[in-house]
């Protein structure tokens, strides 16, 4: 029989793909199921995305790339950053990946390893720490609550600072919270972040779902020099409703893109050429369907928190960004609900 490695008997399944799969096997099997689980915008892909996949099959655009994606690609990522960010990052600066989740391993993968340590302020997003632990590295969390809107401050990433930290994994707007760090509260970061010498992951692939008066920035653009010590993580899957079409993207120093391309090079090739086509129709082209999508998804949550404020025992910030709500159903436990006793949330 063969032996399973340690590493693998390590690594947890992704407990939201996990959840997904549970519920299209309860569906398939008749039974009704109300899936949230995963974190997908549940649109189609808007039309002139689709076509311009349809277009890119038709002229044979269904071979090999470039390793780390087509310079086409990498050069419109390029243009979106200057006209959205006023960020000049050039294509050699940006490598295209399958999904903004493969290129937070990428980074992870040539940045860290055995021995440093990865700070990640909590909640966070089910594959943060597993993906620092693959690499040997240690995932340092620190917990984040309710009352501070479920972000992290400068004076909470210094204390866990040691000489071990590499980096800090940062995520706004945030899932599963919804939080969307303020330019001063990102500010007092990125100034930290300088003075100690530690780099940045920022996973901004919700950049574009915020609501109200609530802005997403770019870290990198936050301080002269902190574009060499910021990888910006995003890709159009939450965006352009493109969770299948497997595109995200990394911005980083050039030195640091090479290394992830040359790993990249030896796991998974060039992402699908077909989606990189239509990645670029969704950068270069009609921008109105991402304020529809924008639109309904804030509906959707006034409508949400509006019932769960109204639910006894419970406890809800409106959320202003992302699609999630985050709720405190801590009242509850160590009492009967549903004929069973509430242990901790996930028995709620």
Known sequence: MLGISKLALSVQPSATLAAGAKARQLRAQGVKVFDFSLGEPDFPTPEHICQAAIAAMKSGQTHYTIAHGTVELRTAIS??????????????QIIVSNGAK??????????VGPGDEVIIPTPFWVSYSDLVS???ATPVLI?????????????????????????????????????VYTHAELEAIAD????????????EIYEQLVYGDAKA??????????????ITISGVSKTYAMTGWRIGWAIAPEPVVKAMANIQSQETSNPCSV???????????????????????????????????????IKCKVPPGAFYAFFDVSSYFGKSFAGKTVIDSASF
């Open 79 to 92: 243009r979106w950053y200057k006209k959205v960010y006023n960020l000049d990052c050039t294509p050699d």
């Open 102 to 111: 493969h290129s937070i391993h990428n980074a992870l993968l040539t940045l």
């Open 134 to 136: 693959m690499t040997g």
């Open 143 to 179: 917990p984040c609550s309710m009352e501070a809107d479920f972000k992290v401050s400068a004076a909470q990433i210094k204390k866990a600072i040691t000489p071990k930290t590499k980096l800090l994994l940062i995520n706004s707007p945030s899932n599963p919270t919804g939080a």
């Open 192 to 203: 930290l972040v300088l003075e100690a010498n530690i780099g940045v992951i920022s996973d």
């Open 217 to 230: 920035t770019c870290f990198a653009t936050l301080r002269e020099g902190l574009k060499a010590k910021t």
């Open 275 to 313: 989606s990189q086509a239509a990645a670029i129709a969704a950068l270069d082209g009609p921008q109105e369907c991402v304020g529809v999508m924008r639109k309904e998804f804030e509906s959707r949550r006034d409508f949400v928190i509006k019932k769960l404020q109204g639910m006894p025992g």
